[in-house]
């Protein structure tokens, strides 16, 4: 298949996944683990609501900005002092960031 993208992805667990997705069909990271069958709590399901979808990226892509909305729930989960640490439900899956490496954030502020 062609437009696929691959996101490299160390869980809680430390065990690292290499997962495909599609750059065609509007995901978003977080929603691209799912679609892997990756365990991952997304609670409020991308609306940038909930931060427990956190993760630090590790690889020098260049991302979309941060919302406010994003900068907001990262500041009250305590994650924004972490280098690196964004929402994967705000990253979009295109093109840009193919080979992206991310772990997954553990949340402090719970
Ligand atoms: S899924 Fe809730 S902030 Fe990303």
């Known amino acids: 298949m062609e437009n696929l993208i691959t996101i490299h992805l160390t869980d809680l667990e430390g065990v690292e996944h290499h997962i495909q997705a599609p750059t065609d069909m509007g995901f978003n990271v977080m929603e691209a683990i799912r679609a892997n069958e990756i365990p991952i709590k997304a609670t409020c399901g991308g609306m940038a609501m909930c931060a427990t979808c956190n993760c630090i990226v590790k690889s020098d892509h260049e991302l979309p900005e941060m919302s406010d909305s994003e900068e907001e729930m990262l500041d009250d989960a305590f994650v924004l002092d972490i280098e690196g640490s964004r ?7 295109d093109d840009k960031i193919d080979g992206l490496v991310i772990e997954m954030g553990e949340l402090t502020g719970e």
Do not use: G, T
């Open 87 to 93: 929402l994967m439900c705000q990253i979009p899956v």
